[in-house]
């Protein structure tokens, strides 16, 4: 079952309002409070063209500045601040936001880090990658990316699995998906669904081959995976009216079916590519992150202990 013990929060000091932070306490709430710590990073360019200061005054103008961030974000976190729940703020001085949450994540063992998120433009996605897209690839343990609608009483989880996954990878990212997806279901009393999808017959193969039925392929594979559902749902204990089964990319068919079910949190797996591969292809997690209209539960197979 999951237990978190050290939730780390990303504040995002360009909005009023912390989806992030109070996603977290809602979290925190259902029958643990996990104690949180409420991360600020900042980085004022202007310290940039101090050079002709000496050091100590370089040091007292960046303290001043950090300074003045903590007292703000002393009171704004004093906003959420009831119930009990312990919130430590916490000011760094960085220009890569990414590298900043990573590390303080690392350094102090948090179990799950949640960051409101917001779309990005195509052409800037590609040239300059955004944190979002940097702490998918690279997050050191469970990340929750968060849209600002709330999450619905008894809310829909949507778990998305590879059934047709023989790699040892995939398979241990399904059973991290769905063991972690049923315990966060439980955790906030809410439904568990699962989505796989599985590919129509490729579009140039009935050129090449005239003897080829595109059909009778199709018919060939959806059987195929309709087993795998089966022995999805005997393995996990799961209920089959909730699996949902659809021809496609898997892109299109999280998208859809999390509309569809008006989902509260979609959860998959990242494997975190890097270079140029990345930044160009990125995986599933990136291509639907700005097209999701509720939170997305990010996980690494690197990053997560599938004994809850």
Not at 43 to 53: A, I, R, V
Not at 63 to 76: F, G, H, T, Y
Not at 79 to 102: D, F, P
Not at 246 to 267: M, R
Request: charged share 25%; glycine share 4%; proline share 5%.
């Amino acid at each position: 079952m999951i237990q978190y013990k050290n939730i780390l929060v990303v504040i995002d000091p360009t909005q009023d309002e912390q989806a992030a932070l109070s996603r977290a306490i809602f979290l925190s709430q259902q029958k643990q409070q996990a104690p949180i710590k409420a991360l600020l990073t900042i980085y004022d360019f202007s310290y940039e063209m101090t050079s002709m200061l000496s050091s100590s005054e370089r040091e007292t103008m960046r303290s001043a500045v950090i300074a003045d961030r903590k007292e703000w974000l002393d009171k704004l976190v004093a906003q959420y601040q009831h119930n009990g729940i312990e919130i430590e703020t916490k000011v760094l001085w960085n220009n890569r936001l990414y590298e900043a949450i990573i590390n303080e994540a690392k350094e102090f063992g948090h179990d799950l880090i949640v960051k409101s998120t917001h779309s990005h433009p195509k052409l800037q996605s590609v040239i300059f990658t955004p944190t979002d897209w940097h702490l998918l690839r690279k997050t050191p343990c469970p990340l929750l990316l968060v849209k600002n609608n709330n999450w619905p009483s008894h809310g829909r989880i949507l778990a998305a699995v590879h059934l047709g996954a023989e790699d040892e990878l995939h398979l241990k990212l399904n059973d991290m998906i769905t063991c972690y997806s049923r315990d966060l279901a439980d955790l906030v009393d809410g439904q568990l669904h699962a989505i796989n999808a599985y590919p129509p017959a490729p579009a140039n193969i009935a050129i090449e081959l005239p003897d080829f039925d595109p059909e009778l392929y199709n018919q060939n594979v959806k059987e195929q995976h309709e087993e795998l559902v089966k022995e999805y749902v005997k393995k996990y204990d799961l209920d089959e009216n909730f699996i949902h089964l659809e021809e496609g990319l898997p892109d299109d068919a999280i998208i859809d079916t999390s509309y569809n079910l008006d989902a509260a949190v979609v959860v998959l797996g990242t494997c975190g590519r890097s270079g140029l591969s990345g930044a160009l292809i990125g995986n599933t997690a990136e291509h639907v992150i700005d097209q999701l209209n509720c939170d997305l539960l990010a996980l690494r197979p690197e990053s997560l202990d599938t004994e809850h």
